[in-house]
């Protein structure tokens, strides 16, 4: 069991990292887009915004364990596997890219309009303006992010189910399969210790990039 155990913490890490990373990077990419081509954004286009906002509402609606069924045909096709940890991490970044989308496009739009007209009047380039916003959304982003790693640590054993593997699948093979709720219970405990873990370390960069910013 320790042995497994070890593996299947490993596993849920190695899910959780790349799909976080992931879908950070791409739903930080779609809400920024969200952002510029809002009514008031600063290439405004109600098409792009419009279509863009339709499908991440849509893959919002839909739950996750229906969509890694949906999703895992397309791990196969990409890296010929339907099972284990890196197949589970195409639908897991899937499953938080909007919700990214959103978290930056929420962020960005709180950014105080002084700070944006302050940039605008001395000539800013479009590139310019969205690193400023994005300095100033920083600490809302981090905690946006941390709500995202935490998520996905949830959905990944959720993900084990399925043929993912991690804490979650481990939790049923060797816990509610053999009706040993003990050995059900060791995983869920680890899972419970990572989400603490991962929420700690966000309020801490959080808190850090405030004080730099009110310096």
Do not use: C
Not at 87 to 116: C, H, Q, W
């Amino acid at each position: 069991m320790s042995n497994s155990l070890l593996k299947a913490t490993f596993q849920t890490i190695y899910m959780v990292f790349f799909s976080s990373l992931f879908s950070t990077i791409i739903g930080g990419f779609l809400g920024i887009v969200l952002v510029v081509t809002d009514k008031n954004g600063i290439k405004r286009n109600k098409f792009v915004y419009s279509v863009l906002s339709f499908f991440v509402n849509l893959f919002r609606s839909v739950p996750f364990l229906i969509l890694i069924i949906y999703i895992l045909p397309i791990s196969k096709a990409l890296i010929n596997k339907m099972t284990g940890p890196t197949a589970a991490i195409i639908p897991l970044t899937v499953s938080a890219v909007p919700f990214v989308a959103r978290i930056f496009e929420n962020a960005l739009k709180e950014v105080d309009y002084g700070t944006l007209e302050a940039s605008i009047s001395i000539g800013s380039s479009d590139k310019e303006i969205i690193k400023v916003m994005l300095s100033e959304a920083l600490p809302t982003l981090v905690n946006g992010i941390t709500l995202t790693v935490i998520n996905l640590i949830g959905y990944s054993a959720m993900a084990g189910t399925v043929g993912a593997q991690g804490l979650g699948d481990l939790a049923i093979t060797y816990g509610y399969h053999r009706f040993d709720y003990v050995q059900m219970t060791v995983p869920v405990v680890i899972i419970i210790l990572l989400v603490q873990i991962i929420q700690l370390l966000g309020n801490y960069i959080s808190k850090r990039i405030n004080k730099k910013i009110s310096i």
